[in-house]
T-cell receptor, first 114, second 110 residues
Framework: NAGVTQTPKFRILKIGQSMTLQCAQD?????MYWYRQDPGMGLKLIYY???????DKGEVPNGYNVSRSTTEYFPLRLELAAPSQTSVYFC?????????????FGSGTQLSVL | GIQVEQSPPDLILQEGANSTLRCNFS?????LQWFHQNPWGQLINLFY???GTKQNGRLSATTVATERYSLLYISSSQTTDSGVYFC????????????FGAGTRLFVKA
């Protein structure tokens, strides 16, 4: 049981480049989330999804896009990378129906924009 | 939006000491969780505790939803407890957004 898998683990981008951060979960969870964590700070919610085809903005959505075509995958797209997007990105998932609705996190993607 | 405040921001303990971390939140919540982020960045869920008290080994947590706070107790601390402890809440209204506090950074000295 892999849980939440994120790729890549590390990436360096030049200003203006684009990339997609991949996230997959094998727990059949309805809810999925993308967070960013700046150095020494807490996690900020970028986007979330309550099921396939349904996404919504979190606290800091500007500069990002998401899609959720299936339950398993929730990719995060950066269209025009900026230095302010240098951060560690975490994907998470949780179950809609479980009575113990814990968040499960991936191992993170460390992104630097230079 | 909802505000989540954690205290203290930083804490240094001698191995074997006990500690209490606090999380205050500004609105009614459906859900409150405590997480530990280890020095390698991995986030581990410690407790799902929207109300009441739970215990897991040397750790326990209490949430008093009516007074909008939660406490995480660490007893007989060990060096492996070092890291950052986050409180995260999901509001009762406004969608399914789980919002994190800024965390308490704990260092346990041997």
């Amino acid at each position: 049981n892999a849980g939440v898998t994120q790729t890549p683990k590390f990436r360096i981008l030049k200003i203006g480049q684009s990339m997609t951060l991949q996230c997959a979960q094998d727990m059949n969870h309805n809810y999925m989330y993308w967070y960013r964590q700046d150095p020494g700070m807490g996690l900020k919610l970028i986007y979330y999804s309550v099921g396939a085809g349904i996404t919504d903005k979190g606290e800091v959505p500007n500069g990002y896009n998401v899609s959720r075509s299936t339950t398993e995958y929730f990719p995060l797209r950066l269209e025009l990378a900026a230095p302010s997007q240098t951060s560690v990105y975490f994907c998470a998932s949780s179950s809609l129906t479980a009575t113990n609705e814990k968040l499960f996190f991936g191992s993170g993607t460390q992104l630097s924009v230079l | 939006g909802i505000q989540v405040e954690q205290s203290p921001p930083d804490l240094i303990l001698q191995e074997g000491a006990n500690s209490t971390l606090r999380c205050n939140f500004s609105d009614s919540v459906n859900n409150l969780q405590w997480f530990h982020q280890n020095p390698w960045g991995q986030l581990i869920n410690l407790f799902y505790i929207p109300s009441g008290t739970k215990q897991n080994g040397r750790l326990s947590a209490t949430t008093v939803a009516t007074e909008r706070y939660s406490l995480l107790y660490i007893s007989s601390s060990q060096t492996t407890d070092s890291g950052v402890y986050f409180c995260a809440v999901e509001r009762s209204t406004g969608g399914f957004k789980t919002i994190f506090g800024a965390g308490t950074r704990l260092f346990v000295k041997a």
